[in-house]
């Protein structure tokens, strides 16, 4: 089965901080890794990563994957309360079926203080 | 651009009423469809797919059942709600194919059984 862990699962910072979230997993055919912002409601698509490596970058957002040693992470410098969010990751899990669902981790619930 | 509508935002049920919980999709084409519930203290949990109309698998055994009766329609329902279906179910899109890994969700339905 298919498992992502994420850690920490919540962390209070102030403003103006760098953050660090992890992720690690075990699927049986490794495909992609995502990330999403969750607020209140939707989540909203960050990154897919696929090759070991490569930053990915989108303002003072960046993720990275290694594929050898299983994990993944998302960095957020000059954080601001508007990145106050879960952060979730997740990787597809072949369904078999021509779809891939996603299997999620439990989340990272950033809070960040003025 | 594509658009995915869920309704209602929120629904209070009692015990053993009925369920019926939509989501479409705009601007796409044979979309793959989701369900997913995310419970308190969980996380998202994939319940059903859709590869196409009629076209649904399950993920989890439970007492909730799903539908695709037009492309871009997908429809959750149960008979008979348990308290154990609390929870904010979200409905996602993802494109056909390739490495179309990415899914995108709606603003999803909060659910309070009681």
């Known amino acids: 089965e298919d498992k992502v862990v994420q850690s920490p699962l919540s962390l209070v910072v102030h403003e103006g901080d760098t953050v660090t979230l992890n992720c690690s997993y075990e699927v049986t055919n490794f495909r992609s890794l995502l990330w999403y912002k969750q607020e209140k409601k939707a989540p909203t698509f960050l990154f897919m990563l696929?090759?070991?490596?490569i930053e990915k970058k989108s303002g003072r957002l960046s993720s990275i994957l290694d594929k050898k040693e299983l994990f993944s992470i998302l960095n957020i410098t000059a954080t601001q309360t508007g990145d106050s969010a879960i952060y979730l990751c997740?990787?597809?899990?072949?369904?078999?079926?021509?779809?891939?669902?996603?299997?999620f981790g439990k989340g990272t619930h950033l809070i960040i203080q003025p | 651009s594509q658009t995915i509508h869920q309704w209602p935002a929120t629904l209070v049920q009692p015990v053993g009423s009925p369920l019926s919980l939509e989501c479409t999709v705009e601007g796409t084409s044979n979309p793959n469809l989701y369900w997913y519930r995310q419970a308190a203290g969980r996380g998202l949990q994939l319940l059903f797919y859709s590869v196409g109309i009629g076209q649904i698998s399950s993920e989890v055994p439970q007492n909730l059942s799903a539908s695709r009766p037009q492309d871009r329609q997908f429809i959750l329902s149960s008979k008979k709600l348990l308290l154990s279906d609390s929870g904010f179910y979200l409905c996602a899109w993802s494109g056909r194919g390739g490495t179309s890994y990415e899914q995108y969700f709606g603003p999803g339905t909060r659910l309070t059984v009681t």
């Open positions: 997740a990787v597809p899990s072949l369904s078999g079926g021509g779809a891939d669902g996603l299997t």
């Open positions: 696929t090759s070991s490596g």
